[in-house]
């Protein structure tokens, strides 16, 4: 089995900056990718940005490009997402996203999810 934890979340005013962490763990035999998503509420999930831990690139939706920065730790299994200039639209719950192969499926990677974290942005 394999388990992402996020942390990090928290409420911050319009303008400033959090960082988000995830954990991945298990039974890991190679992460190919990790990132992030958020719900606000109402709103569907969206794609925030993915970090390919092979090719060591990053993308980002347009709504948080040049304000939000995805890095990873690959010894550690861990992929962050340091958020600035928040603004009170980035409200959400933020989800970390892996695409892991385990041990018992070493040619097949498969989507795992992290519980969520709160994210508030407001004054």
């Known amino acids: 089995q394999v388990q992402l934890v996020e942390s990090g979340g928290g409420l911050v005013q319009p303008g400033g900056s959090l960082r988000l962490s995830c954990s991945a763990s298990g039974s890991i035999f190679s992460i190919h990718a990790m990132g992030w998503y958020r719900q606000a509420p109402g709103k569907e999930r969206e794609w925030v940005g993915t970090?390919?831990?092979?090719?060591?690139?990053?993308s980002y939706a347009d709504s948080v490009k040049g304000r939000f920065t995805i890095s990873r730790d690959n010894v550690k299994n861990m992929v962050y997402l340091q958020m600035n200039s928040l603004k009170p639209e980035d409200t959400a719950v933020y989800y970390c996203?892996?695409?892991?192969?385990?041990?018992?499926?070493?040619?097949?990677?498969?989507?795992?999810w992290g519980q969520g974290t709160q994210v508030t942005v407001s004054s």
């Open positions: 996203n892996a695409l892991i192969a385990t041990v018992r499926e070493t040619l097949r990677a498969r989507d795992y």
């Open positions: 970090a390919t831990l092979s090719g060591g690139s990053t």
